[in-house]
């Protein structure tokens, strides 16, 4: 799915739009999604922060949110997922703040990884292991 | 001008010279075999403010025995560091001496021979004369409870956690956190934190489950002897995975380090001289964050149940441990100038109750709040020939007992009791009465299932269970030690990751390996899920008691540890 500029409009009245990853026959690795987002260009380590729970409370609804100031767009994925893409947020020039929050599914324990295109062309990237744990018997 | 590492550095060297610190003044007792109140309580004021710190009591009113852990083992950067030290190697690091007060109060070794030289530890009574001696002292004390208040008894039980609410508030608290207490539903909590609690129940880590904002209060400031004293809470991070979270569902927890930096930095922006975490992390968890979060003066760490003689540093950060089940109070003493803290004092003080006079006014309370309950908590059930403790990482005896308990009442091949840290231990040839029983059963999600697992989902689910233990990364352990096993020997090896720690599964009934295919006859409780049915585990180990009379339990060989 390619955003229009219609759809930029639509939803992008503060400056943000949101696309979940289009569904693909055969599921997209991390590795893939991450390789078509950055051309293999080289990522920083600092320049996005991503804010996800340790262990999560609750598997099907895992809050996620990351700021990356500077950002063009940010893509989000989740590489223990049967398809690992999430979502791409695309920030236009009169976004404020370049952040937001989404709650997404998790299979199991995986990392959930933020990619942030610069509007410099540059790649940041951030991951956190998020646990998703059967229960156990905290004392 | 020295810098503020070296003070604190400065203060713990001369304090323990000086005698004023746990250590040296322990020391000094050992050597002159004298135990009395006043060498109990001796203390020479130091700086300007005083915190007082229990925490972890699982509703234990009354002076108790409790076994310090044999096994508590630590992993990655925490192998061989306090708290995971224990025995002969706990004397030696705090340099302690055999036999002595404080290796009876602190270790596990001689237990039952030290507790008949020492006595019970604990009882509200007695931790009453020691706040009041404090305050007498230092008025201005600020008297801070970690949570695991409410929940561990039959009376708090029967009461939904009235009497402890009744007892804290006239202790005088002016703060605590949370984790079993809301194990009593939301409604409950509320109640209480609305109409009951005389103090702040503070959580800067709650947030509201649909829209993940801050649901309680975070913090309290406190104005002390001309000095403004923030008290961050942080309650249990896991309470929605360890415990039923169907009970508070209207709640999210997590560690949420960004938002205790956050937090920190707001009461610093509010020109606070001290910043103070009241914290229910557990001690690794809350080692890790005092290395991340940068501005908190003091962390008065719980959960995990440990009780250390002298405070941990961390960088600028000290942390105190005070133990669990009413055996501990600590006072800790602080010089705070210009918004700095410059240096510290602390006593960790063990609450031997032959030692210390009861205070007449919360006897009184204490034994109000017993009265209603006193035929039924007082039957004895049987007896035990056998030593019966818990804490430790993996089976105890009273473990073993109650594992025994679920295998023979609910017709089982294997037994699963929750790895929790709470539980009172009994000495041999004494009487279990049903107050005993409830000291390490009292829940209110106690029903026992029965239920068919594979034996591959067993697998599964002990290692989900010691990655919550073992794993490296403190953040991703709960704080509780290894699921209890009935009917199943297997071997663990704790350094390695989830999925390979653990081997030779085996039912110890006929010598078989677990095969991952069969299904396996499982009880089991205290099950996290909605809608669990059976008898409460305190009954069916009641009825399990009163079949055989006196409990008599074979060592236990079955869990092999390796890699430690």
Not at chain 1, 27 to 50: N, Y
Request: charged share 20%; glycine share 10%.
């Amino acid at each position: 799915m390619k955003l229009t500029r219609r759809d930029m409009l639509a939803l992008g009245l503060g400056g943000i739009a949101a696309a979940a990853l289009p569904y693909q026959a055969l599921a997209a690795s991390a590795d893939d999604w991450t390789a078509k987002f950055t051309g293999g260009a080289a990522m920083a380590d600092a320049g996005v922060t991503l804010t996800a729970p340790e262990i999560a409370e609750n598997g099907n609804t895992v809050p996620i949110s990351f700021e990356a100031p500077g950002a063009a767009s940010v893509m989000l994925l989740a590489d223990g997922n049967p398809e690992a893409g999430v979502a791409t947020f695309n920030f236009g020039p009169s976004a404020g703040s370049r952040m937001a929050s989404v709650r997404i599914r998790l299979s199991k324990t995986q990392n959930v990884i933020a990619i942030a295109k610069m509007e410099d062309g540059s790649f940041a990237k951030a991951s956190a292991t998020v646990k998703v744990t059967i229960g156990g018997c905290g004392g | 001008m020295i810098s503020r590492r070296e003070f604190l550095q400065a203060s713990v060297a001369a304090s323990a010279l000086w005698g004023a610190s746990g250590i040296g003044n322990w020391s000094r007792l050992a050597a002159q075999q004298v135990l009395t109140q006043d060498k109990l309580l001796e203390f020479d004021s130091f700086g300007n403010v005083t915190l007082i710190h229990v925490t972890d009591i699982h509703a234990q009113i009354v002076p108790i025995w409790f076994r310090e852990p044999e096994i508590n083992l630590g992993v990655g950067e925490a192998y061989g560091q306090p708290p995971h030290v224990t025995g002969a190697d706990f004397i030696k690091m705090f340099n302690l001496q055999k036999g002595s007060p404080e290796a009876y109060a602190l270790t596990y070794d001689d237990y039952v021979a030290l507790a008949g030289t020492y006595g019970k530890m604990g009882g509200m009574d007695r931790i009453a004369t020691v706040v009041k001696a404090i305050r007498a002292a230092r008025p201005d004390s600020i008297l801070l409870d970690g949570g695991d208040t409410w929940h561990g008894s039959y009376t708090s039980y029967k009461t939904n956690a009235q009497d402890m609410v009744n007892l804290f508030n006239a202790l005088g608290t002016d703060a605590m956190t949370s984790h079993w207490e809301w194990t009593f539903g939301t409604a409950r909590v509320k109640e209480i934190v609305e109409t009951q609690l005389k103090f702040p129940f503070l959580g800067a880590n709650i947030f509201d489950a649909e829209w993940d904002e801050p649901a309680f209060e975070p913090y309290k400031i406190f104005e002390r002897g001309g000095v403004r004293v923030a008290v961050i809470g942080q309650a249990f991070p896991y309470m929605p995975i360890a415990n039923p979270k169907w009970m508070f569902p209207e709640y999210s927890f997590g560690i949420r380090e960004e938002r205790m930096q956050e937090v920190v930095d707001e009461v610093r922006g509010q020109g606070v001289d001290l910043v103070v975490c009241l914290s229910h992390n557990g001690f690794d968890v809350d080692k890790k964050m005092a290395g991340r979060v940068q501005g908190i003066d003091v962390i008065l760490t719980g959960h995990t149940h440990d009780a250390l003689p002298e405070p941990v540093l961390v960088g600028n950060t000290i942390m105190i441990a005070s133990g669990s089940h009413g055996k501990f109070v600590s006072r800790v003493d602080l010089d705070v100038r210009d918004g700095r803290m410059m240096g510290f004092r602390h006593k960790l003080i063990p609450i031997f109750s032959d030692v210390i006079t009861p205070d007449p006014d919360m006897a009184g309370l204490v034994e109000a709040e017993r009265a209603p309950f006193k035929a039924e908590i007082e039957e004895v059930v049987g007896k035990t020939e056998s030593l019966l403790y818990r804490r430790g990482n993996f089976n105890g005896t009273w473990d073993d007992l109650i594992c025994n308990a679920l295998l023979s009442e609910r017709d089982a091949e294997i037994a699963l009791s929750p790895g929790v840290r709470w539980g009172t231990t009994k000495l041999p040839g004494e009487d279990i009465t049903r107050e005993d029983i409830h000291t390490v059963t009292s829940m209110t999600y106690g029903q026992v299932y029965r239920t068919e697992m594979t034996g591959e989902t067993l697998h599964t689910v002990m290692e989900d269970v010691a990655d919550n233990l073992f794993n490296t990364d403190p953040y991703y352990q709960q704080g509780g030690d290894m699921v209890r096993v009935g009917g199943m020997g297997y071997t663990i090896d704790v350094s390695k990751p989830i999925g390979e720690r653990i081997t030779g599964m085996t039912l110890l009934k006929t010598g078989e390996p677990i095969d991952p295919a069969r299904s396996y006859v499982v009880a089991g409780w205290a099950s996290v899920n909605e809608g669990t049915e059976g008898p409460q585990i305190w009954d069916l180990v009641e009825s399990h008691i009163r079949k055989i009379g006196t409990v008599r339990l074979q060592p236990n060989t079955s869990v092999v540890i390796k890699g430690a």
